[in-house]
């Protein structure tokens, strides 16, 4: 997500919450029937509008890497597979068909007969080859590149280690076919295919128009969508491309997404009818307990967790029992139930919920007498002799609350003295980045639905790890896991590397990110699920829809539809979560989706770009 | 004249220097580089990056570099949008900055002119203390506050006009009014205060003992001179009317220059934040001089040499 002038959000949406609407459920629970937020008049014609959030800093498929690029780069290019909005489950895309050898380490796709890109141009294998290899380039300078790295030889090609193309293990014997060697077996290659890192990209049109490709006039897509215009700080404007291979079905003739980076102007927008879909990550958290009872609010979990790290290589943070003792002072239920209104739910893992069959271990849990005993044993009884500490945090009013709510605990339970420091928002990374922190605010958004894409990043070395914390039992867990070929086994594998990390490890996870969206109740086929992507090739505007539907059928049937949003594909999600929060409806409704929630094989990667910093991003 | 205006120009030299050469040095001592990002980058590419855009040589020959492009008006792509060059943005940002700030600039002169002759006209009555409250609360009320207020009646309660962006005539008018606001109650007290101070002199005394009507005496004598603090107001009035709109901008998804500048520091896009820095300095200076000229039109009093 892109950033927006950092003071100037919260200020307005500090502003804007004072004159947010008044709590009037039980006004609207008299009147009968589903209430919405604002108009519901449907536009005219078959166009969607939304808000697509802070301007992109580029669309180009090599280079996206958050949910505002994202979007538009999966709109304009379709990949190998797609995938179900609803179960996330792999679908055919440009690829018919694929077949994987015995060992897992082969794949082959075969591409539908006949595909071209936007201008007419034919759409080979060598076309995937090509946007692939040009991912890996180093000059590329591909900050996702990481995700291709499944590929045999791609992480030293990449590295610039090994400069030889031909020793990656892509091969387009003909036209239609593709063929990919991995250096060890991924079961979620499919999703790793439907993520816009794996886009192609029209090589005669990137020769040609160079870094400038991706403008309007230059832009040559494969996906349902072609871009029309692109104005800075603005907007986007798709139009529907009749070369798409499965164009027939796609019921948008235009799409426009505003880039629009303050969250009340957005939520105004939806408001007024001007936007369709306010998107997850723009609702203002003041908003959100009483947008609630609004039908056409949606909230689901969402595969990113909020959490401090510790900087191992200062002390006393090098002390393993001073890491355990400061986890367990922090009351983590106090912070979402009391501080954040319920809107995120408490979080004691580094992975988030829902991995289908990964065996996760217990969450770190709150024990303040256990903290003080152990930070005694740690030379500090009472906290006495304790060197000052501080906690690291970006501009932003829930970082602060947040900070200051810890900061009270870690006082209250085990008194060492703590202090808050606010930096802007490069600083912060700078800060974590060089290891000039004692404890910082952290978040990491899942790129696909594996708990690979959290652990990963904690490996020592590991650009994202920011804590100085290794251990080779951890690294070797993870390497384990990651030439495993029983899929079971490998997640035992990183189940254990998780415990490991828990227990002895820098985190201290806080809270489990959700989505929270607007969407008129004209709009169909956009489903909340745990990656927050949305194909939009499947959306449409049901023009019959009138408000005289409303009633309690309709409501009834939105409520359904907020519990389906999260289907069962056969396998349940094996992990029991933890139980929902007594009270709100909602935090029931919740729960029960966390329960089914898709349990894919998957992964889906993390990358978030900012995503989840700013306030911005998801809030419940 | 022309001389004079020779001599000006010559002068924004040395000052765009200075201005170029401090910007140019803090931008890098912030820290962090224009390149971290929540999600790390990994080495090959970071120094790919790095050489792509210059940063890999000495300080230096950073800034050696950079002056010479300058001087061309070419300050490079912008590092968080690579698809654009910083002089793009700016093309395409500053005009909607301009359009938004002219107006409010005219809707300033418009009503805040008036409103000053009539209170002046009127002092110590119940019109001129009823102006005056009115300028008060429109000088103390910022636009973030404003704004918001405004959107919420205007928009979301009457459904009259656009919540935001920047499409058609009507969603033009709650992001002038917002930005005008302060500017209005500015003017309407300058003038009021210019008028106030002419009206007493001798030359306005013999107007009216010649028996010329009232209205002449204001508008053609008096407001001549007593327009003067708001003629030397407008030229900082115009240049913080059209850069300092980012607030507005921000409210109302206004696709102008002035988010750029913020966010290209938080971002550390030293290439953008030079380019729009240096654009608004030059734009100051400019609008400075044409006051002066104005000045000189306006006052006969003053000489430029």
Redesign the interface.
């Known amino acids: 997500m892109r ?4 003071w ?2 919260p ?2 949406a500090a ?2 919450a004072g ?1 947010a609407p008044a709590h009037d459920e039980a006004v609207s629970a008299a009147v009968g029937g589903p209430r919405y937020f ?2 519901v008049r449907p536009p005219s014609g078959d166009v969607l509008r939304f808000n697509n959030g802070a ?1 992109p ?2 669309i ?1 498929p090599a280079l996206v ?1 958050g949910q505002s690029d994202g979007r538009l780069a999966r709109a304009l290019f379709e990949g190998l597979a797609t995938f179900d909005p609803r179960t996330l489950e792999p679908r055919p895309g440009q690829a018919a068909r694929w077949e994987t050898s015995a060992d897992g380490l082969t794949w082959t796709f075969h591409l539908r007969p006949g595909l071209v890109w936007s201008d007419g141009v034919p759409l080979t294998a060598r076309d995937f080859v090509w946007s692939w290899l040009r991912v890996l380039h ?9 995700l291709l790295h499944a590929i045999a030889g791609a992480e030293d090609f ?3 280690t090994a400069p030889d193309p031909s020793r990656v293990g892509l091969s387009a014997p003909d036209d239609t076919t593709l063929i990919v060697r991995l250096a060890s077996p991924v079961p979620y290659l499919l999703q790793l295919a439907a993520y816009p890192t794996w886009l192609p990209v029209p090589r005669h049109a990137v020769e040609r128009w160079g ?2 490709w ?2 309007p006039g230059h832009l040559v897509s494969n996906g349902a969508f072609v871009l029309e215009r692109w ?4 907007r986007f404007e798709l139009a529907r491309n009749p070369r798409y291979r499965d164009a027939a079905r796609v019921r948008l003739d235009r799409i426009v997404a ?1 880039s ?3 969250l ?2 957005s939520s ?2 939806y ?2 009818g ?1 936007l369709d879909w306010n998107t997850s990550g723009y609702v203002p958290s003041p908003f959100v307990p009483w947008l609630r009872g609004k039908a056409d609010f949606r909230s689901a979990p969402f595969q990113a967790v909020y959490f401090y790290s510790m900087n191992v290589t200062r002390r006393p943070f090098d002390d393993v029992r001073v890491r355990r003792a400061l986890n367990l002072a922090v009351d983590r239920d106090a912070i979402a139930h009391d501080l954040l209104k319920g809107t995120r739910a408490p979080w004691g893992r580094l992975t988030p919920q829902g991995y289908p069959g990964y065996p996760a271990p217990p969450p770190l849990g709150h024990d303040p007498a256990r903290a003080r005993e152990v930070l005694a044993q740690a030379g500090y009884p009472g906290g006495r002799g304790f060197p000052r500490i501080s906690i690291l945090f970006s501009t932003s009013e829930d970082h602060r609350r947040i900070a200051e709510a810890v900061q009270a605990m870690w006082i209250r339970e085990l008194g060492i003295p703590v202090e808050l420091r606010n930096m ?4 912060t ?3 974590t ?1 060089t290891l000039q922190y004692d404890v910082a605010r ?2 990491w958004i899942g790129d696909f639905l594996d708990p690979g894409t959290f652990l990963g990043i904690m490996r020592g070395g ?3 790890n ?1 804590t100085g914390w290794s251990d080779p039992r951890y690294d070797r867990l993870l390497l384990a896991a990651r030439n495993e070929p029983d899929p079971v086994e490998r997640l035992r594998l990183l189940a254990r590397a998780e415990s490991l990390l828990l227990a002895d490890g820098p985190v201290i996870p806080i809270y489990h990110y959700s989505t929270v969206e607007l969407v008129k109740p004209y709009v169909r086929g956009i489903w909340s699920n745990a990656l927050d992507s949305h194909p939009l090739e499947g959306v449409w505007i049901d023009h019959a829809w009138r408000p005289g539907m409303e009633g309690r059928a309709t409501e009834r049937r939105h409520g359904l539809v907020a519990e389906r949003m999260v289907p069962l594909l056969g396998h349940r999600a094996v992990q029991a979560q933890r139980p929902p929060a007594p009270g709100a409806a909602t935090e029931r409704r919740h729960g029960l989706v966390a329960e089914r929630m898709v349990p894919l094989l998957g992964h889906r990667a993390v ?5 989840p ?1 700013t306030a911005a991003a998801t809030r419940p | 004249m022309t001389r004079y205006v020779a001599r000006r120009l010559l002068l924004f030299v040395p000052a765009l220097w200075a201005i170029a050469t401090l910007t140019f040095f803090l931008m890098r001592l912030a820290p962090g580089g224009p390149f971290n990002a929540e999600r790390d980058i990994p080495p090959a590419a970071r120094a790919a990056l790095a050489q792509k855009y210059g940063l890999d040589r000495p300080l230096a020959e950073q800034y050696a570099t950079f002056l010479v492009h300058a001087v061309r008006l070419d300050f490079g792509p912008s590092y968080k949008f690579p698809t654009r060059s910083v002089r793009e943005i700016i093309l395409e940002g500053f005009p909607v900055s301009a359009e938004l700030g002219g107006w409010a600039l005219l809707v300033a002169l418009l009503a805040g002119i008036p409103l000053g002759v009539i209170a002046a006209q009127r002092q110590n009555t119940a019109s001129d203390t009823a102006v005056m409250a009115v300028a008060l609360a429109g000088v103390s009320i910022p636009g973030f506050v404003l704004g918001p207020l405004l959107v919420l009646t205007l928009s979301l309660g009457l459904y009259w006009l656009p919540p935001a962006l920047w499409e058609g005539p009507q969603s033009r008018v709650l992001p002038v009014l917002t930005l005008s606001a302060a500017y209005v109650a500015y003017v309407a007290r300058l003038t009021r205060a210019g008028m106030l101070e002419v009206l007493r002199q001798d030359f306005i005394r013999t107007a009216r003992a010649k028996g010329l009507p009232e209205r002449v005496v204001v508008l053609q004598h008096a407001l001549r001179l007593g327009l003067l603090p708001v003629l030397s107001y407008l030229g900082p009035a115009a240049a913080a009317i059209i850069m300092g709109s980012l607030v507005v901008e921000q409210i109302f998804a206004v696709p102008g220059l002035g988010r750029y500048l913020v966010n290209g520091a938080f971002s550390r896009d030293y290439t953008l934040v030079m380019g729009v820095v240096l654009f608004y300095a030059a734009f100051l200076m400019a609008l400075n001089l044409l006051v002066d000229l104005a000045y000189a039109w306006f006052d006969p009093r003053v000489e430029l040499k």
């Open positions: 950033r927006s002038a950092p100037v959000v200020a307005l502003i804007l004159c604002g108009s301007e800093e580029t180009d890497s180093p000059s590329t300078a591909a900050r996702n590149a990481g990449n590295r610039g870094e400038r991706t403008r104005r800075q700080n603005d505003y629009v980076d303050d009340s102007t105004n927008l408001q007024s001007r802007e928002w490069g600083s990374m700078q800060a980045t952290r978040s590991d650009g994202n920011r990358q978030a770009q900012r995503p910093m």
